[in-house]
């Protein structure tokens, strides 16, 4: 089953009297275990369908399913505390903050299950992304854009959540940290059972990715 689905999403904004559609009647499936790339020209509406299902916006008509469930019945405040992560182009990690508070600040709010001891699950998982203990313990704004995209990445996951969804995550790295960021994204699909869902520019990251969906004049299809 898929984790995540939209049926017939429809989405515009409104423009005087008149309704520019971005989105018309968009049904696509997400699944775990896979990573997939949204590709579109720029304006074309990938970071707004990225905002829907990410449940910082709500579709004019239709449904966002997670699990099976529409996520405003899930309540779209709970549904980004427990069931997503996001990641941002600009990263939006808190600057004062050490990268470790920072994986810290999700897990303070979410209500899943997690073990007693969250500092050293943050350790961890900074680790397992590539930051050592002695940048974990640094402020996030001294901290490389290489390194502070992999502090985000940290964050999205530190819920245990299913779904990844990141937004040009590489949009301000080198070609060498998009190729190593991209291999993350790759691992936790395909190692961890993520569903990772990228809207990108790129090409080079959709051929990489298991599937792309390409957005064009409100229609969301598989590129082929
Ligand atoms: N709040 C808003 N009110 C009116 N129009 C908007 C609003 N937000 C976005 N738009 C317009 O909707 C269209 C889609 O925007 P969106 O940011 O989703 O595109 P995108 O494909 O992500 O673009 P890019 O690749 O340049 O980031 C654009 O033409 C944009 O100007």
Do not use: W
Not at 94 to 108: C, F, G, K, W
Not at 142 to 148: D, P
Not at 152 to 160: C, E, K, M, P
């Amino acid at each position: 089953m898929a984790i995540l689905e939209t049926k017939k999403v429809n989405y515009y904004y409104q423009d005087g009297d008149k309704r520019r559609f971005i989105l018309k009647d968009t049904s696509v499936k997400f699944e775990k275990g896979k990573f997939y790339t949204i590709l579109g020209q720029s304006g074309s509406g990938k970071t707004t369908f990225l905002s829907l299902i990410a449940a910082l916006d709500a579709p004019k008509d239709g449904e966002v399913l997670y699990k099976g469930k529409d996520i405003k019945k899930i309540g779209y405040e709970k549904y980004r505390r427990n069931d997503i992560g996001i990641i941002f182009q600009s990263y939006n990690l808190i600057p004062y903050l050490t990268a470790v508070e920072n994986v810290l600040v999700p897990m303070a709010i979410t209500e899943n299950e997690l073990p007693d001891d969250q500092k050293e699950v943050a350790y961890n998982l900074l680790d397992y992304i590539g930051i050592v203990k002695t940048k974990a313990d640094r402020p996030v704004n001294k901290l490389s854009g290489g390194e502070q995209q992999r502090v985000a990445i940290a964050r999205a996951l530190a819920t245990n959540v299913d779904i990844i969804l990141a937004d040009e995550p590489t949009g301000n790295l080198d070609e060498e940290m998009e190729s190593e960021i991209v291999e993350i994204f790759k691992t936790l699909a395909h190692e961890h059972d993520k569903c990772v869902i990228v809207v990108t520019h790129s090409n080079e990251i959709a051929e990489l990715s298991d599937e792309t969906l390409y957005l064009r004049k409100g229609i969301l299809n598989k590129y082929e």
